[in-house]
């Protein structure tokens, strides 16, 4: 039966239309992959365990530091990366990102429109060393804030990201698929994405490609759900970000991780600590705080070769050099002692993980 046929009986246009331009943009996306990952080895890591990875192509490369392949990008980016969430101070973003820049990290990942601001003036045009991802925050793609979604303003808001930077390129848009805010009410509709958003992101994406302003696409939210949806039918999602506790475990039979792995998309992790709550304290007292046991369980996050990086949030430059020490440290085996901080953090976490952060726990299994 010819496609006329088939939509004179009642196939709906639209999902047609949606199935083809799906399929047009996935050819798209596969040479772009293909490309880009012409000459990369398939090791996660480059700590001469292989000796797959040219490491003179690692930007910014230390040799302390692991580094990881971002999935289909190509990218090989740090394995401890860093965040936008932190001061708000200038000169102590200053700090953070030269420290950070001499410890090996290689990969900035910045969320609200503030914090694109602050790098921007921090970085002063410079980012030799850093590939660079970005929200377009405060727009959210969950159903409670559809209505305010529009291609135009996609555009506008990535736009922006690019004055803040003092470029005409960035390599990561990654739009947000939960996060809180004003207007926000029912959880369920704060964490689903409906596929006439995904839709309307992978247009957007399409458009600043092509113009040479965006690289690759990825996404962050908080549902496990939707990420399956994302790897499932939407090839052109390059990068995945989600919370992965230092706790997380693999989900049996149903792994978010396997599927990100089949599929050849960087996973990224967020907030391995629960936000301050393994350290047994709450999120607005971490500020200067520096836990001497973090690094272990930074060690213990990166025995999951499919995760390409994780971003611990971090206000100094002490949280940073104890953060990294957990790359630095990998390839020593967990002690007794250190299994024993872990189980100990773990009960902290559950112990002090607040109201506001329940969620979290839909991220214990992933």
Known sequence: MG?????????????????TFIRNTSLAAAGTIAGALAGQGCTTSNKSRSGKIDTSKILNYNPKMGYRR???????????????????VLENRIEVLERAAELGMNYLDTNITGECELYGKALRGNRKNWH????????????EYEKELSRERFVREIDGRLKHYKTDMLDIWRPVGATWGQGQTSMPTMLMVSRRVLDMAVEVFEKVRQQGKIRWLGISAHN??????????????????????????????DSLLKLAQEKNVGVIGLKPFGAGTTFGIKPREIHGKVDKN?????????????ISAVIPGVNTTEQLEENVKGSYEREKPLTSKDKETVR???ENYHTNLTPEYQWLRNWETV
């Open 294 to 306: 973090a690094h272990i369980l930074v060690k213990k996050m990166l025995q999951e070769p499919r």
């Open 344 to 346: 100990r953090h773990a």
């Open 224 to 253: 496990p759900k939707l990420f399956r949806r994302v790897l499932n039918e939407y090839p052109q999602f390059s990068v995945i970000i989600f919370p992965y506790l230092f706790l997380t475990e693999e989900l049996g039979g």
């Open 3 to 19: 496609e006329k046929a088939k939509i004179s009986n009642g196939v709906n246009k639209d999902n047609l239309s949606r199935r």
């Open 132 to 143: 660079i991802g970005f929200a377009s925050w405060p727009q959210k793609l969950t159903e």
């Open 70 to 88: 971002l999935g289909k990008t190509g990218l090989i980016i740090s394995e401890v990366s860093l965040g936008g969430h932190g001061s708000s």
